[in-house]
Structure formats: C-alpha cells, structure tokens
C-alpha cells in the first residue's frame, strides 16, 4: 500500500532561518506530488506541485521554493524565512487522472519567530 | 487564478438538523472532489464527481455536481457530532494535475 511521510510535525524558526521540509512517497511510481500551506482554520492554498522528477510548477510567487531530486520526494525550502510564511504545511501525492484524489501527509505546524 | 468559494464559512447546529454546504466558481472543472479535515490532520476523500449533473450518495451525505461543472453541494442529512470538521471542495483543470482547493466550510454539530 502507499504511504506518504512528511517532517517534522512541528517546527519553530526565528526570522530569516532557513527552512527544508521534506516529503516522501512509498509504494507508487511516478506520482503527482504537491506542497500546500493552510491557514488556520481555512482552505488549502495550492504552492507547488510536480508531474515528474525536476518539474516544479509554481503557483504562488513567494519566499518559498520546492524541488524534486527523486520520483518520490519532494521538499519545501526557503534560504530566509519571514513571519508571514508561519502556517500548517501539507504534502500530498495523487495518481495521474482528473478523478484521483489527494492523499495527505499529517502536516507541518511552521511557528517563524 | 481559479477561485472556489464555499458559503457557509461556518455552521453550527444540533444533532439531527440538516444542512448543506456549496461549492462555487466561475471556472469549469473536469472533476470536483469533497474532503474532510480533523485538526491537525491532513484531509480525507469523500467523494470525487466528474460528471455535469451527477449526485452521489455516501450514507447520509449527497454529493451534486452543477450541470456547467462550475458549483457543487454538499447535503448532509440529520448530522451527528462525528460529522464534526472543515469540508472543503477541491476542482481539478487544465491537465488536471493542479488541484485547487475551496475556502472551507467548518461544521460544528452538537447533542
């Protein structure tokens, strides 16, 4: 069966940190995989998504930026991190098809200080 | 930028009323899917639609795709606290690999 592992479950950085959330994927090929960052309480705003190793879409132009070294895995960085990127952080990977749906990771609580 | 707006933002009612939650845009979609969320959690599927006027029925809950795949509606039918959470819908477009997700709509049912 597919799993997705995602960490760490929470983090506190100061202002200006780096930051490197990473994201994996076991028991699928090839998956389309996603980084998106909710606030509390609301919906999910979509960051990145990839269809294939080195293939990045960016959705929204911020502090952050995503890469994808290997089929399954996906990581979220920033070289400076600032307070408004603080938020709940959601991998997720989902098959190829209109109607496959999401499968989530358990998130990443992000508290920039 | 595809927006997908969900009216109520919030709904708190008592075990056994009904209610229903929408799902709008001004974008078609090739499919919609309805998730729910626990805190802390990631969200679960409940149902994908892909179909202009296609109803689905999960127990208690009925799913309806609008006939120009741009709305949905979710129905929930005498609720109970354990339908407690934030749903949110989700259209998928273009190559259908983004994904973009609803406001949230987050229930609150108690006894």
């Known amino acids: 069966s597919q799993t997705i592992h995602q960490w760490p479950a929470t983090l506190v950085q100061p202002v200006g940190s780096p930051l490197s959330l990473e994201c994996t994927v076991e028991g699928t090929s090839n998956p389309n995989l996603y980084w998106y960052r909710q606030a509390a309480g609301r919906g999910l705003q979509l960051l990145f998504y990839s269809i294939g190793i080195d293939q990045i879409s960016s959705e929204v132009p911020q502090n952050l930026s995503a890469s994808r070294p290997q089929d399954r895995q996906f990581i979220l960085s920033s070289k400076k991190l600032l307070l408004s990127d603080s938020g709940f952080y959601l991998c997720a990977w989902r098959s190829t098809g209109a109607a496959s749906p999401l499968h989530f990771g358990n998130g990443t609580r992000l508290t920039v200080t | ?111």
């Open chain 2, 1 to 111: 930028t595809q927006l997908l707006e969900q009216s109520p933002q919030f709904l708190s009612i008592q075990e056994g009323e009904n209610l229903t939650v929408y799902c709008n845009s001004s974008s078609v979609f090739s499919s919609l899917q309805w998730y729910r969320q626990e805190p802390g959690e990631g969200p679960v599927l409940l149902v994908t639609v892909v179909t202009g006027g296609e109803v689905k029925k999960l127990k208690r809950l009925t799913f309806q795709f609008g006939d120009a795949r741009k709305d949905s509606s979710l129905h929930i039918t005498a609720a109970q606290p354990g339908d407690t959470g934030l749903y949110l819908c989700a259209g998928a477009s273009g190559t259908a690999s983004k994904l973009t997700f609803g406001t949230g709509t987050r229930l609150q049912v108690t006894l």
